[in-house]
């Protein structure tokens, strides 16, 4: 079968692989499309420090059931349409025994610490399916990057009553938004491109700054009354960006960090102290992420087309992604299709 593989740093290659097979308690799958990711981007670049190469990237997938193993539930039946919940979980550490499964010690995520889906076929345990029917399948392909934002707004317990900033405007943060405009809250949305911030405008965002033309600050004093954001949710992974999260957050707020940033960041430790804000980590999402996307997707308002910068072919990975690392503020999500 065919498969999209990074040999070595900035070298991608279609492969042949030999195709799966599913054991006992597995599901064959036939891909349709997969998402790249910021982490298979990084991973691209040589700067993922939990994957080793070579590696299949994937994990944002849209499939059909294929075939079926043994010892899978009689609900599972070949043709059905399904996305994958792309990690694993020991359920013996200490985030496991709190029911945190997402935050798992020993996690391997689908295209990270393991093989993932970029391939014509793969087989996963029956119980990481979500099957749908509803949904198409370019949009089961973009359940996963939308949940990990959902989750950090439930991380950020958002209500109806809060003013949420979300710094960065990517897929991640458009799920920010999205959530956080179902549960009610103002939403201001900080990016420094404009086109996204037009989207962002289109999936629920109040307010839209572009923090590069406009002074951040004097702008959330003029939407608060002077207060500053009530939860602030980092999407963007920049030193910078965290450190104006904690500059202009509100007292008492919240703080949600999902981006990785790529140094050391430094902190006034008076921020958090005088102010004291609940600073909080946002990993991955929970199945109940999962359901809440899709039921926000079966409203049939997610602008699909518009997120979707490109659909891409196996064979057209190499210089895609090449050209993405040149420019990643212009793209919102690339598909390939398989």
């Known amino acids: 079968m065919k498969a999209i593989q990074i040999i070595t740093?900035?070298?991608i290659q279609v492969v042949d692989r030999p195709a799966p097979i599913a054991g006992k308690g597995e599901v064959l799958l036939k891909i349709n499309y997969v998402g790249f990711c910021g982490?298979?981007?990084?991973?691209?670049?040589?700067?993922?420090?939990?994957?080793?190469?070579?590696?299949?990237?994937?994990?944002?997938?849209?499939?059909?059931?294929?075939?079926?193993?043994?010892?899978?539930p009689e609900n599972f039946k070949a043709g059905q349409a399904v996305t994958v919940v792309p990690y694993t979980n020991c359920g013996q550490c200490s985030s496991?025994?709190?029911?945190?499964?997402?935050?798992?010690?020993?996690?391997?995520?689908?295209?990270?610490?393991?093989?993932g889906a970029m391939q014509e076929f793969i087989t996963v345990p029956w119980q990481k399916l979500i099957s749908d029917d509803q949904l198409s399948a370019k949009e089961l392909a973009m359940v996963e990057?939308?949940?990990v934002g959902f989750h950090a707004v439930d991380r950020g317990r958002v209500t109806d009553i809060d003013t949420v900033m979300i710094f960065g405007c990517g897929m991640i943060g458009s799920g920010a938004i999205i959530r956080a405009a179902l549960r009610g809250a103002t939403v201001i949305a900080v990016d420094i491109d404009d086109q996204k911030l037009a989207l962002a405008s289109k999936i629920g965002a109040t307010h839209v700054i572009?923090?590069?033309?406009?002074?951040?600050?004097?702008?959330?004093?003029?939407?608060?009354?002077g207060h500053g954001p009530d939860v602030i949710i980092e999407a963007a992974g920049n030193p910078i960006?965290?450190?104006?999260?904690?500059?202009?957050?509100?007292?008492?707020?919240?703080?949600?960090?999902?981006?990785?940033a790529k140094n050391d960041v430094s902190f006034a430790t008076k921020l958090w102290v005088q102010k004291e804000i609940d600073i909080l980590g946002s990993r991955n999402a929970t199945p109940s992420d999962f359901e809440a996307v899709i039921n926000y997707l079966k409203q049939g308002t997610f602008p699909l087309d518009e997120m979707v910068t490109f659909v891409i072919q196996p064979e057209e990975a190499a210089n895609t992604v090449a050209a993405w690392a040149k420019n990643t503020g212009k793209i919102m999500k690339i598909l390939v299709q398989f």
């Open 145 to 147: 990057p939308l949940t």
């Open 9 to 11: 740093p900035e070298n």
């Open 241 to 260: 960006t965290y450190q104006s999260a904690l500059e202009e957050a509100a007292f008492a707020a919240r703080v949600v960090c999902i981006g990785y």
């Open 96 to 115: 496991c025994r709190k029911g945190r499964v997402n935050a798992c010690r020993y996690n391997q995520t689908l295209g990270v610490q393991r093989d």
């Open 210 to 225: 572009n923090s590069k033309t406009t002074n951040l600050h004097e702008a959330l004093l003029k939407i608060t009354n």
């Open 39 to 72: 982490s298979d981007l990084s991973t691209f670049l040589g700067k993922n420090p939990m994957v080793e190469y070579p590696r299949v990237p994937g994990h944002e997938i849209s499939a059909v059931i294929e075939s079926i193993g043994e010892e899978v």
